[in-house]
């Protein structure tokens, strides 16, 4: 441990889910024997996000199997305690519960929330509108889920399709609207047309029309422009995520899009950020990955940042992402959307399992499993090789 780090004799870590929990573990097992404060919104211990939407709603997992792994008790853990503002000049939290808390060090790990029709004028005040997040939102649904229902879908990116997927599992009646076609953006047309194929053949309904109005207090309706009409029993939006950032409001830091950090997860001397709210350096800007693979090593390189400042090394991101749908599970190495038509590397085009690996001209860009196992290091060298 370097000089830097002996110098802070107390990190608060705000956000106690992926990021936050592995900031702090990697602080202990690198060390670093300081007091540590981790502080969470959520009732909950941490638990993995990506199961809600799988096995939690399909009834495979119960919270019970999802929880993260727990953290040592020489960590201070306040959970359902939301930091309400910073100074971060003074290096003091004021918590919701009217305490404050001193610093020396700060992870800023708040992650995000879904985005709502709402918020972007495409909701009447009132209408009923449900979005998807956390583990209540899961048990709330799969509950909902065990009477036959209607449910429509705003948004066919990742979090809207894998909705879709375990709704129909629950017999639900679905349909998906977006203003492109089903996972375009995000997978690129081979992988996206994949999917949206096993999505119509599971029964589900997609929609494709630029723009949405969603009213109804009890009954929730999406109107399209066309004047076309969806009444749902639930209306699930999933477009988007928005970072938590308003407890940073006082700090003049450019947050909108994220906490801008440099390469090593550092927002200034002694203070990080990593996970979804955290926007890293890309493609000449900054940008925010919220994706669970970027959220952990994004934190295991804010915590060693905070430990050994420019001695530590700075993120090399993986560029790994998975999901599971309609009895489809990928795994993805590399850049996304992925562009063009894919070399099949093993499997046969039409089946629904394959190994695939797009190029540009000068080397390969993409790797892709689907339904295969392949080890994670060999699909990332697959998305390299030259
Ligand atoms: C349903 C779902 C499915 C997903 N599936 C996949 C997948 O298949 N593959 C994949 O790669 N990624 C997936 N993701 C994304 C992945 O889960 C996230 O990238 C990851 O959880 C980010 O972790 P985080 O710790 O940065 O943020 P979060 O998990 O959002 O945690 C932030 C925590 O901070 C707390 N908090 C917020 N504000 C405050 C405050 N002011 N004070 C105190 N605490 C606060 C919040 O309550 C929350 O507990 C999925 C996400 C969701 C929602």
Redesign the pocket.
Known sequence: MTASATRLRHIAV???????TLVADTLRRNGYDGRITL????PHA?Y???A???GVLAGTEEPGDIALQPLGGDIDQRLN????ATDLEARRLVLDDGDDLAFDGLAI?????PRRLADLGAAEPGARETT???LDD?LWLARELRGRCRVVIVGAG??GM?LASACVDHGAEVTVIDRQPPLLGQLGEYLANLVAAAARRAGVRFVCHPSVRLRGETSPIVELGDGRQFEGDIVLSAVG?TP?V??LAATGLPAGGGVQVDTRGRVRENIVA????AAFPADGGHRRT??????LEQ?RTAAAALLRGDAAPPLTPAGY????QFGLTIKVCGKLPAAGTPAILDGTSGTSELLLQWRDERSATTAAAVNTRVPIGKLRALARES
């Open positions: 705000v956000g106690a889910s992926l990021a936050g502080l969470g919104a959520e941490a993995s996000r990506p809600l939407s799988k305690t939301r930091v309400v790990t708040t992650g995000a929330r998807f997040r956390d899961a990742i979090l894998e995520c938590n308003e407890w990593a996970g979804d709210v919220p994706l669970w693979n970027s959220a934190a992402f998975w999901t599971e």
